[in-house]
């Protein structure tokens, strides 16, 4: 027997009003919640996974709110048991209900001049310099009179930039790269911006931070302010221009966020130990999918995929 929601859990309180769906800034509530649902609509009868269900409930009208909102977006998409569909319209349908999921991704595409689809890109930017943007990527060109500047709104992009007196300025973030005359790769993995330089030396800056690269080397900001600098392989700057990628020391976050821009539909990574995993190899990026497959079963996780709505990746431990 499926799951059927919330109702089956701790009971209200005699005249306790109804509840109402999540308020925004409820994301991590509504990933535990998809999380413990589709491991119930896998295995409903699993008494360890209904008691982790129950327990998740019983922490408050938040959680109760979140689980809610997951059954009713998966009872309002589901059709006959006989041909469920693919889990991952549960957060996907989740994410439009709190507004979470759209708004960014319009935004950008508002803001770039230029946006890519599933493929990668090569685009001559008005100041002349050559910018390879990786497939679901989106830059805006900023260039005017002696400065030269774009900002990278999502994705990675690889720099070509010419010896020029103006300087060369691509911005991501709160992160700030310059340049006058080298290679070098910007790239946004999910809640980390990355510079990794293969010619030459470039600035960057954070704040009041500073550093400066010189080839074969990276640095890594996290929304969180953490900032590493470490060295990196020449054939892993930018690898995706050949349909490669060669990660190395990223987390499995970082990873899934650079598969996920040749996916159709979001990936979320919905356990937090899975997503901090750490990962080296080198994997095809003309199969996506099954890279994701293999990275996710390495580390006893699972992927459901239903494009273009959605590919979750779930711990299986």
């Given at each position: ?6 109702e089956?859990g701790?009971e209200k309180?005699p005249?306790?009003?109804e ?9 991590a509530?509504l990933?535990?919640?998809a999380?413990l649902?589709?491991k ?6 699993d008494?360890?996974?209904r008691?982790?269900r129950d327990?998740?409930l ?8 979140a689980?809610?909102t997951?059954?009713r977006?998966?009872e309002?998409?589901a059709p006959?048991?006989?041909s469920?569909p693919?889990t991952?319209?549960v957060?996907a349908l989740?994410?439009?209900?709190t507004g979470?999921g759209?708004a960014?991704v319009l935004?950008t ?5 230029v946006?890519t689809d599933l ?18 990527s989106?830059?805006?060109d900023?260039t005017e ?9 999502d ?7 010419a010896?020029d007196?103006?300087?060369f300025i ?7 790269a310059e340049a006058l ?8 993995h999910?809640a980390?911006t990355?510079v ?9 800056r954070i704040?009041?931070?500073?550093w400066?690269l010189s080839?074969?080397?990276q640095i890594?900001a ?9 060295p990196?392989?020449?054939?892993a ?12 020391g ?9 598969l ?10 919905l356990?937090?130990?899975l997503?901090?995993a750490?990962?080296?190899?080198g994997?095809d990026?003309?199969r996506?999918?099954?890279a994701l497959?293999?990275l ?14 959605a590919?979750?990746?779930l711990?299986?431990r």
């Open positions: 027997m499926a799951e059927q929601g919330p089956d701790p309180g005249g306790r009003q509840e109402r769906g999540p308020t925004p800034g409820t994301d509530l990933d535990e919640a999380a649902f589709l119930l609509q896998e295995h409903p009868e008494i360890d996974r008691r982790a327990a998740f019983a922490r408050g009208p938040a959680a109760r709110d689980y809610r997951i059954a977006a998966y309002a998409a006959p048991r006989r469920r693919l991952a319209l957060v989740a994410l439009i209900i979470a759209a960014p935004r595409h508002w803001l770039a001049d946006a493929a990668p890109m090569t685009i001559a930017l008005a100041s002349g310099d050559r910018a390879h943007l990786d497939a679901t989106a830059l805006a900023d009179g002696a400065m030269r500047a774009v900002t990278l709104l994705g990675a992009a690889f720099f070509t930039v010896r007196t103006r300087p691509v911005k991501a973030g709160a992160l700030e005359g080298t290679a070098f790769e910007v790239a946004i999910g980390s990355v990794t330089v293969l010619e030459g030396s470039v600035a960057v704040g009041a931070q500073s400066r080839a074969g080397e890594r996290s929304e969180d302010g953490a900032v590493s600098r470490h990196i392989r020449l054939d700057v930018a690898s995706w221009r050949s349909d490669r990628l060669v990660a190395e990223m987390s499995f976050a970082e990873v899934a966020a650079i996920d821009r040749r996916l159709a539909g979001p990936v979320f990574v356990d937090e130990e997503a901090a750490t990962v080296t190899g994997f990026l003309t996506p999918l099954s497959r293999i996710a079963a390495a580390r006893q996780g699972s992927v459901i995929a239903a494009p273009p709505l590919t979750l990746v711990a299986t």
